[in-house]
């Protein structure tokens, strides 16, 4: 089974970038589409962006103009660059693939934190 394996979080102060990476063990193409959600604490895990394996992209409200995901198929590679980061950013990034069947693959996460 492909695994997912999230990288690239670390301490920010606001208004700083990150890009965070996450790598499949295997093709990306064995995914109809990869997310990434995020989880602050003692909150729910919230869907932050998507993309499919057509390359359609979707954003929640909250990080639409800010943040941009995107594939590389040959490295079997989804990015999340994080733009502009808020306090509010703040979070747990997950990256998920799901496959046509409905089966979900989650990565481990990858803390984030903006912060002065």
């Known amino acids: 089974q492909v695994q997912l394996v999230e990288s690239g979080g670390g301490l920010v102060q606001p208004g700083e970038s990150l890009l965070l990476t996450c790598a499949a063990s295997g093709s990306i193409f064995s995914f109809a589409a990869v997310a990434w959600y995020r989880q602050a604490p003692g909150k729910q895990r919230d869907l932050i962006a998507t993309i499919t394996d057509r390359g359609t992209t979707l954003y929640a409200d909250s990080v639409k103009g800010r943040f941009t995901i995107s594939r590389d198929n040959g490295k079997n590679t989804v990015y999340l660059y994080t733009n502009s980061l808020k306090p509010e950013d703040t979070a747990v990034y997950y990256c998920?693939?799901?496959?046509?069947?409905?089966?979900?693959?989650w990565g481990q996460g990858t803390q984030v934190t903006v912060s002065s």
């Open positions: 998920n693939g799901r496959r046509t069947s409905g089966i979900e693959v």
